[in-house]
């Protein structure tokens, strides 16, 4: 049997992204010894990506601005279908976080009385983003992975997880190998917090990175755990459309917060147009109310005038877009029109600084001198694996997740800032459950020699077999979701995809590839199919389970949100042998105190 | 739709040559997706590291017909119809296999250096945004390290045993220029981190893809400070009773 080498952690931690390198922060603090697993470098994760900033309700710009305001944006972005308490505690401890991040050296762009500056974006009632430029992502991981690198965590970089052990039901440890040689890699560990990130490579068209392969959802799965809302996904409204080789890659909500307008070919503004009914009241009632509201904000002014309506809800402004081009006025490659062009260009520059060297540099276009194509991008999965709101614990015991591979913060919609901030708060939690629990259960649980053998077989595998490309068994993956399980669904569609799902998982099994183990992308691959084919099968069944449109999920056939049954049920798939089961189970309750906030709206 | 002739070196450090490739160029491609083509048709196997396609994570540096740069931002209709196009890996670091390199010395360079050191109170942070600027260009960085790459300290002299390198010393410039650090890392820039060894070619700013101002904003400062700090005692005092010690960079 081929060797492996062996680590022991108290906790181990995949994934460094924001999340991850929060959780073994919070770990290492508490005296516990951690080992962080990243499947790039270190400071490389999806997180660096993240450019409109980190939603905290510290009311420096807009001093109305509250937890309870947070909270409530959050629960209506998500069309309460969130867990109550994780909204809750999100909308509470964002901005000690924070304030934390800038102890730790993150340097945030200022107001002009020296304050961390924040920007409006959509969903959220009032200027609430935290940002440094359109970097922010990249700023929260340098400052976290600094803070991490000077605590002394352990760091296991360019390193893959493929299995998690259990000894009965309790985790103990995990297995998988190290990408630059393949040499394999046992941890054991008392307990584990998944940290992986999402699941955007099963569709084409994404803003997501080769390490979206849905990990953490696959493994956790596998081990036990459930995922909830996996039919919703996020569809971000503006992604580059072309050329072709840039195509999904991010064009930050920055650019609608800081004042950037959507036109269709016809050059009309149709976002008031698509302004769902319940939500009117809060934008701009005219063109002239929305340059009110720009001119405002570029000058760092208060001011009575509603936001302008491109600040709609993720969800809405992707189906917008999809709708006008299905009704033929989009733009020449797919998309509509972004302008930000008709601002000072030097403004432009400083506050959108990647956006302007993308466009100039990807796709020819100065976007200070005219407008960016966009069109929507499989950007976010909002359902996850299941966890407890305050400590992060799946149900199986030593078994946690944060981030975005944990469902339930973020209802059947995320606002944009509300997943760094998600990161760092639940990132945090994550850590100091998993201490908790590792502190209480004392010595490690055992490992089972058998099942590192069969870890080690099931990687070695796809050298020792004639088979399909993995690459081109991905691509159909990516077809399957895209033309079946897209941005519009229906019954019809979602089952044949489902069926062809089915197949795909024969071919999976199957998957072969040549050469050896020294960093072998295709051999990777082989593996994170099998992750990946979790997320896409729960993503099918469960969209085709809810009979309605919420949030993300638009079905053609039930075009009407439910105000019965299903605003009160999530979905969860769990594995039950070969089989995926699905169940509808009741919504967390909440509290008196907390509906009050909702009423108080209503009068 | 024409067709590109890539040749992309192969192999590990021990041996490796560089092999041809056909790729069909679509509008707007860059030297990435072309690997990525040669990866999904002809060679799963092929090396490369790479992350948000957006220039924004710094992983998919190489050497691209001699230059260094992110394979992510190099179009690939800046070359001539039947061009060749010779793309390598790093140089200043060892091979791993194909365009992949070794760069775990820049992480253990890195921890080296002594972290963000406010002193500790509870108030509100009143920083100006003309304070911070500065400090603002050089978080920038992503961490591509084809500044560490093109240094000739480190890539024709092979000084890693010495030399911190460029993104060091920005990192280093970073923290030291942070309104609210009380840190000195003069000791350890001159000592350890060897910053005397940069004699300011400013090659590394002119591979940088953020645009930063390693050598003119970072290194020169810097370098002033040690020597203010080391060799000229009486300046410092100076500048310490007009409080100019820690602003005019």
């Known amino acids: 049997m081929a060797t492996y080498e062996t680590h022991e952690h108290d906790v181990i931690v995949i994934g460094a992204g924001g999340a991850g390198l929060r959780a073994a922060i919070e770990v290492s603090a508490m005296g516990l010894n951690v080992g962080l697993i990243c499947k790039s470098l270190l400071g490389k994760a999806h997180t660096v990506m993240a450019e409109g900033g980190v939603a905290a309700a510290l009311a420096n710009v807009d001093p109305q601005d509250g937890w309870e305001t947070h909270f409530k944006d959050t629960m209506n972005g998500g069309k309460l279908l969130n867990n109550w308490r994780m909204a809750q505690l999100h909308a509470q401890e964002a901005p000690d976080r924070v304030r934390e991040l800038e102890r730790w050296g993150a340097v945030f762009d200022r107001t002009k009385d020296g304050r961390i500056l924040q920007r ?43 299995k998690l052990f259990k000894d009965g039901d309790k985790i103990s440890g995990a297995f998988g190998y190290y990408r630059e040689d393949g040499r394999y ?48 996904v996020q569809f971000h409204p503006t992604g580059m459309v072309w050329p072709p080789g840039v195509r999904g890659i991010l064009v930050t909500e920055g650019v609608r917060g800081e004042g950037g307008i959507l036109r269709n070919s016809k050059g009309e503004r149709f976002m008031w147009k698509y302004l769902p009914e319940s939500t009117k009241d809060g934008f701009a009632a ?25 600040l709609s809800t993720r969800d809405n402004v992707a189906r ?71 400590t992060a614990a799946t149900r199986v015991p ?23 901030s998600d990161l760092i708060v639940f990132g945090r939690r994550a850590g100091a459950g998993a201490s908790d629990y590792a502190k209480q259960l004392g010595g490690f649980p055992s490992i089972n020699e058998k099942d590192i053998e069969a870890a080690i077989e099931e990687l070695e595998a796809p050298f020792h077999r004639e088979g399909p490309n993995p690459y081109d068994v991905a691509k159909q993956m990516n077809n399957i979701m895209d033309a079946h399980v897209g941005i519009f669904r229906e019954a019809k569609e979602m089952e044949i ?70 605003a009160t049920v999530n979905t969860a798939v769990s594995k039950d042998g070969d089989q995926m089961k699905l169940e509808h189970t009741p919504l967390p309750a909440m509290p008196e105190d907390l509906k009050k906030l909702f009423e108080a709206d209503k009068k | 739709m024409r067709k590109a002739k890539l040749k992309v070196y192969r192999g590990t450090a021990d041996a490796g040559e560089f092999k041809d490739y056909e790729v069909q160029v679509e509008e707007g491609m860059v030297v990435l997706d072309a690997i990525h083509a040669i990866q999904a048709k002809d060679s799963p196997d092929l090396a490369v590291r790479w992350n948000c396609k957006a220039a924004k994570c710094g992983s998919c540096s190489a050497e691209v017909n001699g230059m260094p740069s992110l394979m992510c931002k190099t179009r690939m209709d800046r070359f001539e119809e039947g061009e060749e196009i010779r793309v390598a890996p790093i140089k200043t670091f060892p091979i791993i296999k194909d365009l992949v390199t070794d760069v775990s010395w820049n992480y253990e360079v ?12 509870d108030k509100e942070w009143i920083i100006h945004q003309e304070d911070i600027d500065r400090v603002q260009e050089f978080r920038k960085c992503i961490e591509c390290f084809l500044c560490q790459n093109v240094c000739h300290v480190l890539r024709d002299h092979d000084r890693k045993d010495a030399f911190m390198g460029p993104r060091f010393l920005v990192r280093t410039a970073g923290l030291e220029m942070h309104p609210k650090d009380t840190a000195n890392r ?13 004699n300011i070619t400013k090659c590394c700013t002119e591979v940088c893809p953020e645009d930063i101002h390693i050598t003119d904003n970072a290194i020169i400062p810097l370098k002033e400070r040690v020597v203010d700090e080391f060799y000229d005692p009486l300046g410092k005092v100076i500048k310490k009773i007009m409080g100019t010690d820690k602003k005019g960079w």
């Open chain 1, 286 to 310: 005219d063109e002239a109310e929305a340059k009110e509201w720009v001119e405002a904000a570029i000058a760092g002014k208060r001011t009575e005038a509603r936001r302008p309506p491109e």
């Open chain 1, 120 to 162: 409006a974006f959509g969903g959220h009632k009032w200027k609430r983003l935290c940002h440094v430029g359109d970097r922010t992502g990249l700023e929260m991981i340098r400052t976290l992975q600094d803070q991490g690198v000077h605590q002394g965590i352990t760091v296991y970089m360019e390193c893959t997880i493929s």
């Open chain 1, 320 to 390: 917008a877009i999809y709708i006008e081009n299905k009704e033929g006025r989009g733009s020449p490659h797919g998309g509509v029109f972004l302008d930000i062009s008709y601002q000072d260009p030097e403004r432009v520059k400083k506050k959108l600084p990647s956006m302007y060297h993308q466009f100039k540099e990807l796709a020819d276009v100065d976007i200070t001198a005219g407008p960016m194509e966009v069109g929507p991008t499989c950007h976010y999965i909002m359902g996850g694996i299941r966890v407890e709101a305050d």
């Open chain 1, 497 to 566: 995809g489902i069926e062809k799902l089915q197949e795909l998982k024969k071919d999976i099994a199957k998957v072969a590839v040549k050469g050896d183990k020294r960093f072998n992308p295709g051999w990777h691959l082989c593996r994170d199919l099998k992750n990946m084919i979790v997320s896409a099968e729960a993503i099918a069944r469960s969209a085709n389970s809810r009979p309605e449109s919420r949030g993300a999920h638009s079905r053609l056939d039930f075009p009407d949100t439910d105000k019965g049954k299903w």
């Open chain 1, 185 to 232: 890699v046992l941890f054991k560990a008392k307990a584990v917090v998944l940290a992986t990130g999402g699941v955007g490579k099963i569709y084409s068209v994404t803003s997501n990175s080769w390490e979206y392969t849905s990990d953490g959802q696959g493994l956790a799965y596998e081990a036990g755990a459930d995922l909830i809302d996996m039919e919703f």
């Open chain 1, 398 to 420: 030593g078994l946690f997740a944060a981030g975005e591979c944990a469902g339930g913060m973020h209802g059947a919609n995320r606002l944009g800032g509300n997943s760094l």
């Open chain 2, 186 to 198: 003069m000791q350890y820039l001159k000592d350890e981190g060897h910053i005397g060894m940069c």
């Open chain 2, 110 to 121: 890195n921890k080296k250096i002594k972290g963000f050191s406010p002193a500790p109170d």
